[in-house]
Nanobody
């Protein structure tokens, strides 16, 4: 497993931008596929974006074209740049890590951060 700590959440108006960061420690970061998930009140945790060990990216349809995931293996970090934010993007955002391929299925991830709140006002 790897230890993950998210930062960068906050309150933003619709149409604005936020950048989330996830710092990793522990085992070799470059071994892990990374994902960002989010969970709104009363809803299941859902996949937002993922990035493979080699930098191939995947996005949920709801964020495609607005969000960008990136990673820096030397700094052991993964970032999520969120543009054109909408009120429906409001949720707690979680960083997660797994060995092997990127997956949209939350249970397949072994390590999770504590989450960071993103609130988008209309």
């Amino acid at each position: 497993q790897v230890q993950l700590v998210e930062s960068g959440g906050g309150l933003v108006q619709a149409g604005g931008s936020l950048r989330l960061s996830c710092a990793a420690s522990g085992r070799t970061f470059s071994w892990f596929a990374m994902g960002w998930f989010r969970q709104a009140p009363g809803k299941e945790r859902e996949f937002v974006a993922g990035i493979s060990q080699s930098g191939i990216t995947y996005y949920a349809d709801s964020v495609k074209g607005r969000f960008t995931i990136s990673r820096d293996n030397a700094k052991k970090s993964v970032n999520l740049l969120m543009n054109s934010l909408k009120p429906e993007d409001t949720a707690v955002y979680y960083c997660a890590a797994k060995e092997g391929l990127v997956s949209a299925q939350a249970p397949s991830y072994d390590s999770w951060g504590q989450g960071t709140q993103v609130t988008v006002s209309s």
